[in-house]
């Protein structure tokens, strides 16, 4: 399986994070989300750079004169038109006899992506699809919003997704419930609501400080979401495929934060050695966050050629998404 | 579950190093909330939504939302 990622230069540390917000406790934040760097990205710098930046590294082992297919995964475009996809097609100086399209997901985007790269394959209107989730929640995050600034960093991830013998992506489990667009969200900037300048600061009772031009997360919401859904999804994508848990070589997760991450591993009784949690120096890149754990757990061969690997996608949205994929 | 068990997970969720009463004041943080909720989905039967436990102030009205009769 060829991944490959890409992550800004600039780091976030705790101690820098502990400096600028005094009281904010940096072991204890360490403790419960599992996160001590975050990278992010420059003024100047999107999405699409770091797509482009992740996409060029992935190609060092592939032709890229074969991808006959892009998927660009983010919530940060470049502009509202053109799609970051054919952007991203010209950069990277792909033929252009492809097709490309950008989709708007986060936490399941990486699902999802691989979802629709399997139905262009089966379809037979792709061989080899170039699936890149990219992502900068730090440029819709207010600068005194310290929870939401521990949390998310920038990151891109990029994957060739081709016909193989050998490896597989088995049946998908998809999810959506639009009702809980409120507790994720960045309410001013699109259509709906303009961005305005004049939005008066809102101060949480952690001394969180945002407004309506930039992000908002309702944590526990999102939580009670997570634990409601995930499991179910876990045990519908076994269903689904005829599998049992024990079948599992491997479950990689959306890698939320640390707290919530094991709280799902201990609901639906997944062994630690089964399980991958890291997000310690990269903290949570949304959509990249499964292909980046991917990518590290088979340089450090905790999945291996012939293992099977249960991922799941969940958060914004709602939108929510599991797969089996054989490595 | 008895309400001794009941207090000493309060008091590891809220970091109360004092012994709890019905009357103890709750203070709710994101942390503390996200500690609960997996508390409660762990221990109680009874699915409480997070805007009902954001509105409670002491352990009386936690113990209220849970349902008197699920404590001894």
Request: net charge negative; proline share 2%.
């Amino acid at each position: 399986m060829l991944i490959d990622y890409y992550l800004p230069d600039e780091i976030l540390d705790n101690d820098y994070l502990a400096k600028e917000f005094p009281g904010w406790n940096a072991e204890k934040i360490f403790d419960k989300i599992g996160i001590s760097k975050r990278h992010i990205s420059g003024k100047n710098e999107t999405a699409l750079d770091l797509a482009y930046k992740a996409s060029s590294n992935v190609f060092k082992n592939f032709d890229k004169s074969l991808i006959d297919f892009i998927l660009l995964c983010t919530q940060s475009p470049d502009y509202f038109l053109p799609t970051s996809a054919c952007i991203l097609q010209d950069r990277l100086g792909l033929r252009t006899n492809i097709g490309a399209f950008d989709f708007n997901l986060g936490c399941s985007g990486f699902i999802y992506g691989l979802a629709v790269a399997k139905g262009l394959i089966v379809g037979g209107i792709a061989n080899n699809v170039l699936l890149v989730t990219a992502e900068t929640y730090s440029k819709y995050i207010h600068n005194r919003d310290k929870g939401n600034r521990s949390i998310f960093g920038d990151g891109a991830a990029a994957i060739i997704v081709s016909k193989s013998d050998k490896e597989k992506i088995l049946d998908f489990e998809l999810g959506t419930d639009g009702s809980g667009m409120n507790n994720l969200i960045v309410h001013n900037g699109g259509l709906r609501n303009k961005f305005n300048p004049g939005e008066l600061d809102i101060f949480d009772e952690a001394g969180n400080i945002r407004n309506n031009n930039f992000l908002y997360m309702n944590g526990p919401e999102i939580f009670d979401f997570t634990i409601e859904q995930v499991p179910d999804l876990v045990s519908k994508t076994l269903e689904k495929n005829n599998h049992s848990m024990s079948e599992i070589d491997y479950f990689v997760f959306h890698q939320a934060n640390k707290y919530m991450v094991n709280y799902l591993k201990e609901k639906i009784g997944i062994p630690d050695t089964k399980f991958y949690l890291n997000m310690e120096n990269t903290g949570n890149t949304v959509s990249a966050t499964i292909p980046i754990a991917l990518k590290d757990c088979l340089d450090n061969r905790l999945i291996k050629s012939g293992d099977k690997v249960l991922i799941a996608g969940f958060g914004v949205g709602y939108s929510w998404g599991a797969v089996i994929i054989e490595i | 579950m008895k309400k001794e068990t009941f207090f000493e997970g309060l008091k590891d969720i809220f970091e109360i190093d004092n012994d709890l009463e019905e009357s103890t004041h709750l203070h709710l943080t994101s942390l503390s909330t996200l500690a609960l909720i997996a508390y409660l989905d762990k221990n109680f039967k009874t699915r409480i939504k997070v805007a009902q436990i954001s509105n409670i102030n002491t352990v009386s009205d936690l113990m209220k939302l849970i349902g008197e009769d699920n404590f001894e």
